[in-house]
């Protein structure tokens, strides 16, 4: 298993570009450790945009960081994981 998995970040499509996107202002671990939902996800990249002068992603990019966080970082994942 490699580093980022282990971190809890699966590979999957996206995970490389939450790495570059997310990672290259803070530690994958706080994003780990969020957890959100897909809409608090929308709405957290759009405040990293719009008020910590975070580059704004295209669209492609947007939708794959999005989904992946949506998917494998979201408070629905925790909750399976809790159940299993």
Known sequence: EDELAKM???PD???????????SCHSLRLVVQQGLSRRDWEETIAWMVDEQEMEPLDAEDYKLVLDYLAKHISVENRLKKVQR
């Open 13 to 23: 499509k996206g995970r490389e570009e939450v790495e570059s996107y997310c990672g």
């Open 8 to 10: 809890g970040l699966p």
